[in-house]
């Protein structure tokens, strides 16, 4: 099933470094909608020109990879042209390389799944055609109390069942009711693994050095601290991290959370960075009403790229557009948007401090969007939504003329 879909809806230039004001986004179950915009929107004057794109989005093309599913939280591409995802209450499902749909089998016994928790983010190692090594990030049920790990896992060559091989992180606290549970895996191209966690709606948690929630990662493949991520600690103050992805042609690693009654994030991170959020220093106030970047009350916090502003649309995840298909808007990042049901296109200055465009699409077509993962040599990447009801895996391509 193919359907062409009109990719500019809005672009409304501007110079940002937008600091995030105030900000919250509670998972709701949704439901897909069919309508399609196909307005063009015009260009703001304000601002920088020299790295705007030329002209809209191209259009789009949407193919349905697969389908039947429930909440697949997370979805990658191995070698062979295999697809896994994984539904949140915790299957594997795949598309093989012969294009068949079916079930993969594995041991998910322990999987603890509650709220916005369960099985989340997938990663194949970046050795993965020799090691056959797949991470995931899920919630795990134990008699000293839940908490979310990172597990390693080995697939087959026929690709019939995972096997789990061991735990890269295994103290990454979750809330009960699974409440902030991040929890999204980026593994980079030197064989480290970064790993975004939520704050479990628990006030202390960002600015606590010694929680690893509200935080980004950066740990080595047998869970060890990376160089510069003093125990484990790449990045803190944040609410609930759930996208990573690296720029193509830099070292530039974004992220995107999920604000409260507005303004989730786009961030750059930065080693050792402060990213601001501080709900309230007592333990027992989740106060909200604080805003998401606070260099007041949190002194050099880090502003955001980029923020939804009022209301919160819920950012899940972020990708990059990556081949000259996409004409002038090659290497913007596309964030995902739940409770908005778009995607977000985002055109960023060299540096990645600000963006300097910005390009809405496919409005309420699928509802609920989810994972963004690069895939093929056309420029595509898969779209999971998250309706929670006939929910697909979506291969999303710029239209060549």
Not at 4 to 29: F, K, N, Y
Not at 285 to 291: A, F, I, N, Q, T
Not at 360 to 370: F, I, P, Q, S, V
Request: glycine share 12%; charged share 20%; net charge negative.
């Amino acid at each position: 099933m193919k359907k062409p879909v009109t990719g500019a809806a809005v672009i409304a230039m501007s110079v940002a470094l937008v600091a995030a004001c105030s900000a919250d986004t509670t998972e709701q179950e949704g439901s897909a909608e069919s309508a399609t915009s196909s307005s063009q929107g015009s260009v703001s004057e304000d601002a920088p020109s020299q790295a705007a794109p030329a002209g809209p989005l191209p259009n789009l093309s949407v193919t349905t990879v697969l389908d039947g599913l429930d909440k697949p939280w997370d979805v990658v591409v191995a070698p062979d042209g295999t697809v896994l995802t994984g539904e949140r209450s915790g299957r594997f499902v795949i598309r093989d390389s012969a294009g068949v749909q079916r079930e993969l089998d594995a041991d998910l016994g322990d999987l603890y799944a509650a709220g916005e928790t369960g099985l989340m983010g997938i990663a194949l190692a970046t050795d993965f055609a020799a090691s056959r090594t797949i991470y995931t990030c899920q919630g795990v049920r134990g008699d000293a109390g839940n908490r979310i790990g990172v597990m390693s896992w080995t697939v087959d060559p026929e690709w019939t069942r995972l096997s789990r091989t061991g735990t890269i992180v295994d103290d990454i606290p979750v809330a009960d009711g699974g409440r902030h549970g991040g929890c999204r895996i980026l593994a980079h191209p030197d064989g480290t693994l970064y790993i975004g966690t939520g704050d479990n709606a628990k006030p202390t948690f960002p600015q606590d050095r010694n929680s690893l929630g509200g935080k980004v990662l950066h740990v080595n493949a047998d869970g060890t601290a990376a160089a510069d991520a003093p125990d484990r600690i790449f990045t803190l103050g944040h609410r609930n991290v759930q996208g990573l992805a690296i720029r193509p042609g830099t070292d530039q690693i974004f992220e995107v959370e999920q604000g409260t009654s507005r303004d989730d994030e786009l961030n750059l991170l930065v080693p050792g960075g402060n990213y601001g959020y501080s709900p309230d220093r007592r333990a027992s106030v989740y106060d909200e009403s604080v805003p998401m970047t606070d260099p007041d009350r949190v002194p050099g916090a880090l502003p955001a790229v980029w923020s939804s502003g009022d209301p919160t649309i819920a950012t899940p995840d972020v990708t990059f557009t990556d081949g000259e298909q996409w004409g002038s808007w090659n290497g913007a990042a596309v964030i995902s948007s739940q409770q908005g049901e778009k995607l977000v296109f985002l055109a960023l200055s060299e540096d990645g401090t600000e963006y300097v465009a910005e390009a809405e699409a496919l409005n309420g077509t699928y509802g609920r969007l989810r994972s963004l993962t690069p895939f093929g040599s056309d420029g595509g990447f898969l779209l999971t939504t998250d309706n929670g009801s006939d929910d697909q895996v979506l291969l999303v391509t710029p239209e060549i003329g």
